[in-house]
């Protein structure tokens, strides 16, 4: 087979942004475990107030959470549970 360095690759760029998401809710997760933290009572805390005091700033959880928005990561929540809980 011949190998096409000219082939056209086609990326999802939903597939990638949900797959951002998820990587950033973990990734804060384990440094707000890490640190003692509920991380779902911290998490869910910040997306109903949109307060960045609620995730902590251990290994820049506060500043990562802060590059997505919030609606975006309900979305990915909802989608992720309904996905898995059918």
Known sequence: ???NKQA???FNS?????????YILKTVNDALNERGYSAVTQ????LVTNDPAYIS???NARTL????DRDDIL????????????
């Open 43 to 46: 998490i869910v805390g910040y």
């Open 8 to 10: 056209t690759i086609i």
């Open 1 to 3: 087979m011949k190998d």
């Open 75 to 86: 979305k990915e929540i909802v989608r992720s549970y309904l996905n898995t809980n059918e």
């Open 65 to 68: 959470i802060q590059t997505v």
């Open 14 to 22: 939903e597939q990638i942004k949900q797959e951002n998401i998820k």
């Open 57 to 59: 700033s251990y290994k």
